[in-house]
Nanobody, 127 residues
Framework: QVQLIESGGGLVQAGGSLRLSCAAS????????MGWFRQAAGKEREFVGA????????NYADSLKGRFTISRDNAMNTVYLQMNDLKPEDTAVYYC????????????????????WGQGTQVTVSS
């Protein structure tokens, strides 16, 4: 059984930083891609960023480029999301997702491309 366990969320002041982690577990599971999505209260889920396992190619939501950085440790089956210069509008539940097989030539921005999801971790940015 595949599990994605997120950690690192919390409360931070505007301008601060947080680093989220997501560890994938499961027998012989090596996700082809891993991504982050977020959902603010009353809004739809949106893509944050994603990364391929094979060549570490990344893809980001345009609005977050320069502030958010995604990375992964393949040996640990873990993906990270470094979030800098946080703003109140970044407040959301952040979800980790894993794609088991290749479907796209760049890390997918669509949640439909991902096969497994974590339970989410709350990030709250105060003004």
């Amino acid at each position: 059984q595949v599990q994605l366990i997120e950690s690192g969320g919390g409360l931070v002041q505007a301008g601060g930083s947080l680093r989220l982690s997501c560890a994938a577990s499961g027998r012989t599971f090596s996700p082809y891609a891993m991504g982050w999505f977020r959902q603010a209260a009353g809004k739809e889920r949106e893509f944050v960023g994603a990364i391929f396992r094979s060549d570490y190619t990344t893809n980001y939501a345009d609005s977050l480029k320069g502030r958010f950085t995604i990375s992964r440790d393949n040996a640990m089956n873990t993906v990270y999301l470094q979030m800098n210069d946080l703003k109140p509008e970044d407040t959301a539940v952040y979800y980790c997702a894993a794609q088991a097989i290749p479907r796209t030539r760049v890390p997918s921005t669509s949640g439909l491309s991902y096969d497994y999801w974590g339970q989410g971790t709350q990030v709250t940015v105060s003004s």
